[in-house]
């Protein structure tokens, strides 16, 4: 294969480098396209064949529906590893030795404390907001209590950071919840691992023990390792590119938590439970629902399927659906919402308009289920994987700012009016 791409523009030939990734994917690198065209620039719009940046982090193959962070399989990872471990993997690069994790770990728990000031602020919200504007808010304020800015080029400063804020955010998420269901506010216990300090701070009554449910532990340790990256996602891109003006590691976290909140995104597992709660509602039609979601006329779209890149499977929705199987097993769950997901799935995968289009069914299908039978509330759900996201936000932050990345700033083709003389007002 050449290793140039060729553009002819008005007769004119212009040649681009091609770049080869890792995984022989091939890219164009048109840095100089404006300058070399006179001013020549691409739309794409919703970036879908645009590569905003050259990353080492995650592979995902949409075809073939691999998914990889730094080289090791979702698969391998979900069945052998633990969360902090992938956090570890996915933020420096490597696996951590039993040392390296021990220190990790040791680390996140000296940081697991918010000024207690937060309180005050959580406390002005109305016990309507939101959790995912809540924890956006709070993420962000965490700044100003922690108001140093970091040294990017100090691996000593950028490592603390992100302990730091490994600590503190499970605190916030579990505050978050814990107010809207007028829980006091706790701070877990340094004595447990990761995922059962969160489970523990979201769960412990005030008036008994917390009793640790094994099966839940590693239900949670799967869904949030399943969610901790997804390269250049709309949440990934809106950290990526809020850092890239050297704003700070929080606020660019709370701009990817807000930017995850949309239906379209992470907000898509809330979107699942309410659209299956209300087809319950209606009568358990599935039928019903599925000519919805082919009638064009009708903006209803079957919430948890499909996938801008997935287009053959999610890998992820394959590994959690096994997991959902084994925790509504092993709790004894019955419940009727998840007879109407089945039949959906069912429905839809055999259904030519869903066939044709490569839509299947993604992750939010099977993680807004599991939550269900955890007894986490639906509107927490997006915060749960938030959560889950954390590690992988802050590794594509960490990436772009070491890289020395500049600011992201894309082009527009302008359709609007041309120049016209301003009109006084009693002329309009
Ligand atoms: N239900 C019904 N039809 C659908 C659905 C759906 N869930 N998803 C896509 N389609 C149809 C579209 O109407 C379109 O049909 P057409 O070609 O006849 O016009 C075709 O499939 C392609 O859809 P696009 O919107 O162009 O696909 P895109 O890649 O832009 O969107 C997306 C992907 C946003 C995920 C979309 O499939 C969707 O809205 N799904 C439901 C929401 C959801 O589950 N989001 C979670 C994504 S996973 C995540 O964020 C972790």
Redo the contacts with the bound molecule.
Sequence with gaps: MSDKATLEINGQKHEFPLVTGTENEVAIDIKTLRGVTGGVTTVDP?Y?NTGSCESAITFLDGEKGILRYRGYSIEELADKADFLEVAYLLIFGELPNAEELAKFHADIKKHAVVDDDIKKILDAFPKAAHPMGVLASLTSALTAFNPTSVNVDSEEEMYNAIVRILGKFPILVAWTMRKKHGMPLDYGSTSLGYVENILQMMFKRPDEDYTQNPILVNALDKLLIL?AD?EQ??STSTVRITGSSHAGLFVSLSAGISALWG???????Q??LEMLEAIKEDGGDTKKYMAK??D?SDP??????????YKNF?PRAKIIKVAADEVLGDLGVEDPILDIAKGLEKEALEDQ??VD?K?YP????YSGIIYRAMGIPTEMFTVM?ALGRLPGWIAQWKEMRTRKEPIGRPRQLYIGETYRPFKEIEKR
Excluded: E, I, T
């Excluded at 239906?263 to 597992?269: C, E, I, S, V």
């Design positions: 919703g879908k969610h997804h996602n709309c239906p379209l995104h992470g907000g898509a597992n979107a699942v979601a082919k064009k209803f779209r079957l919430m948890g399927f499909g996938h801008r890149v999610d308009y869903f289009r839509l993604n992750v939010d299908f994987f």
